[in-house]
């Protein structure tokens, strides 16, 4: 990892990829830094996983710089895959090989000694928790484990940066916890992580910094918790009111907060003070169906920034 | 994308290795393909060969009809391993499997993989090849010192037509195409001077057979088995290491602007 000081993990700049005459990725600039955990946060269809096809040098970039550790994909794929671990968005085991062998025969596609292979196979078994598993056909493994196996097969060359497309999407709340903590260790060992994920939970509980991406554009940068302090209010105030008044509440909370929002199924007041705005809205003689006071998430960025929700 | 140079694909025995992997769990399947040119072996240049006696092979020489169809019959069961395995078991990675978007990811390329699956395929229709010249000797089938020379022959035989199958397959879309591959190798193992010389056939249907790669294919380990060793089979060696470049190349190609979008 010497060179990791000099030049950062990954650095875009304006950095294109079109399908014909689709463009999936619109000049986006990005840097990330070693050690550091990066997000792309984003709908579908936001250009997250073209950007990382092309980080994993398994897409060439249409116009626009991209290194990785330094190097330009294009010439030095091989050596650049050699560092990464890569969990893709859908799960591409081996499915003629069982757990143990998945994991020994990426060992060997990074020219590893079978040995070694086998060595770290164990280990890493033990460490997404598959151990018992290991003689098992991989498409008898649940959803979750299946995840868990494409991670630890992403670490048998002890990457120094893992790219992980969408690594929780589709598993039930407690998978996705166990991924989060594996992924968190990592973190903490100093791997460098980059995700993409439409989850403002995932993003906001593993990333030390994001992009919010729309369009195959970036929309903002920055920590969650800057973004959240610029683009949305410290806590919003959810109303829902019956169906059939929801149309009527237009203009009646003017004032009340710093910016509303007024959404299909209910209103978003940002304020910084919302039991305040709660009781506001009452003095004036509104009467929701519920309120509710929570803090400003990744989520209120996202629509503040784009006018949509993240997961339509 | 520009098509760049074809990088020099030195990890491509990892492919092999994996497919050995995989093999393991399911070694039976091995078998079949090699058990159907014994059983034409035994069931027509035996059964058949009782009624036809002797075939005269162009220099003057006579053979008697098994010595005559087994160095075809080796050759196609080259052909056999080999195509079957660069089509259904390729284009099953290709397509359900998913096989290579995970070994891509890796320093193993898109070249290595190609070029690691054709020689898999080689692989097989080789070990058809080595356990059918085994028959052939120890059923005194094998004329002539040139034998020898049989097995790497074969294993030509076998690139070019995993080549080809692998080029094929990267343009097959569903299953049913790959039955018009069989459907298109099923005359030709039938009519390719597999079981009668080339010479029953009228000047211009011999010409077109006489360019189908499994005839070059049969002229080639028939003249090594037979002793009718003459410069012809230079060419025969020419035109099956020509098309399994071209086939290989294509592949190559063709699966890293697929692979690699």
């Not at chain 2, 052909?79 to 078991?89: D, P, R």
């Not at chain 2, 002539?144 to 035989?157: E, H, K, Q, T, Y």
């Amino acid at each position: 990892m010497t060179d990791s000081i000099a030049s950062p993990p990954i650095s875009a700049r304006n950095l294109v990829k079109r399908f014909g005459d689709l463009v999936a990725v619109d000049g986006i600039d990005f840097e990330v830094a070693a050690g550091e955990a990066f997000g792309f946060l984003g709908p579908n269809g936001a250009g997250k996983t073209s950007t990382m096809r092309m980080i994993a040098c398994v897409s060439p970039v249409t116009s626009g710089r991209l290194t990785v550790f330094g190097k330009d994909p294009e010439v030095y794929g091989a050596e650049i895959r050699g560092r990464l671990g890569v969990v893709p968005q859908a799960d591409n085991l081996d499915l003629e090989l069982t757990v143990r062998e998945n994991l020994i025969m990426y060992a060997r596609y990074f020219d590893l000694a079978w040995s070694e292979g086998r060595k770290r196979a164990d280990e890493l078994l033990e460490f997404v928790q598959l151990d018992e598993r290991a003689k098992d056909k991989v498409d008898d493994l649940s959803g979750g484990m299946k995840r868990r196996l494409t991670i630890a097969r992403a670490l048998i060359n002890q990457p120094d940066l893992l790219l992980l497309d969408e690594p929780t999407t589709g598993l039930d709340p407690q998978a996705r916890h166990l991924v989060w903590e594996r992924l968190y260790r990592l973190k903490q060992r100093g791997v460098t992580l980059a995700l993409t994920t439409h989850y403002m939970d995932e993003a906001e509980q593993l990333c030390d910094r994001l992009v919010v991406m729309d369009k195959a554009k970036i929309a903002a940068e920055g920590t969650p918790r800057e973004l959240i302090a610029k683009y949305s209010t410290k806590e919003v105030l959810e109303l829902r009111f019956p169906a059939d008044e929801q149309p009527a509440i237009d203009g009646r909370l003017d004032g009340l907060a710093d910016r509303v929002e007024l959404l299909p199924d209910r209103v978003l007041l940002y304020t910084s003070d919302g039991e305040e705005a709660a009781a506001a809205v009452h003095r004036r003689g509104l009467r929701p169906e519920s309120s509710l006071v929570r803090r400003g998430t990744l989520e209120d960025v996202f629509l503040r920034l784009t006018g949509r929700s993240l997961i339509d | 994308m520009s098509v760049r140079t074809l990088r020099i694909p030195t990890r491509s025995v990892r492919m092999i290795e994996r497919n050995a992997m995989a093999f393991r769990h399911n070694w039976m399947v091995i078998f079949s393909g090699f058990v159907e040119p014994v059983l034409y072996l035994l069931g027509i240049g035996f059964g058949i060969g009782s009624l036809v006696r002797t075939i005269p092979i162009g220099d003057g020489h006579t053979v008697s009809y098994a010595v005559f169809v087994a160095p075809a019959l080796m050759a196609s069961s080259a052909m056999n391993g080999a195509i079957y395995e660069s089509t259904f078991n390729l284009f099953y990675k290709l397509r359900y499997a998913r096989t290579f978007e995970a070994v891509i990811s890796t320093p193993v390329g898109v070249e290595d993989a190609t070029l690691g699956e054709v020689m898999w395929a080689i692989g097989r229709g080789s070990l058809y090849s080595v356990g059918f010249v085994i028959v052939m000797l120890a059923l005194g089938l094998v004329a002539s010192p040139w034998a020898i020379l049989a097995v790497p022959a074969s294993i030509l035989v076998g690139f070019a037509f995993a080549a080809l199958g692998a080029a094929l397959t990267t343009f097959v879309r569903q299953w049913q195409d790959l039955d018009i591959i069989q459907l298109a190798l099923q005359p030709m193992f039938l009519f390719s001077a597999t079981f009668f010389p080339v010479t029953v056939y009228p000047p211009a249907l011999r010409l077109l057979v006489e360019w189908t790669p499994l005839y070059r294919g049969i002229d080639l380990v028939r003249g090594l088995t037979t002793g009718g060793v003459g410069p012809g089979l230079l060419g025969d060696v020419a035109y099956l290491a020509v098309m399994g470049l071209i086939g290989v190349t294509i592949a190559a190609l063709r699966l890293r602007s697929r692979l690699l979008k």
